[in-house]
């Protein structure tokens, strides 16, 4: 399948996992951290995908673009906002660190219909 050029992954990885006590997208489910499965579903679906964090250095092994909150505090608002104002496409499909289930199907069937919803 083609990657599709119009929409930019984003990947939302700035979080503080207070509540959880350690970064969730590198928690591993069977022996892959978390922000790994995301990408192993987001990289074949669009042209570009970009990481927003606050902490780069832990995900440089990933090599991908990367951008700190640009209004820090805000949580995944922030990363919204960074997200919209980096990318150079129209538009983009947001996705947090810590979902391991996506599906390639259904995010491809969101884009093409994006036209006809907000």
């Given at each position: ?71 820090k505090g805000l949580g995944p608002l922030g ?40």
């Amino acid at each position: 399948m083609q990657k599709i050029k119009n929409v930019s992954g984003v990947v939302l990885a700035g979080g503080r996992s207070t509540r959880y006590g350690k970064n969730k997208a590198l928690v591993k489910l069977h022996g892959i951290p978390l922000i790994e499965r995301v990408l192993d579903v987001m990289l074949p679906i669009f042209r570009r995908v970009i990481i927003i964090t606050n902490t780069p250095d832990e995900y440089s092994y990933l090599e991908l673009p990367m951008y700190q909150d640009i209004i820090k505090g805000l949580g995944p608002l922030g990363g919204i906002i960074t997200g919209l104002r980096v990318i150079p496409d129209n538009a983009g499909f947001f996705v947090a660190c810590d979902m391991p289930f996506l599906n390639q199907e259904l995010i491809r069937h969101i884009v093409e219909i994006k036209a006809d919803f907000d």
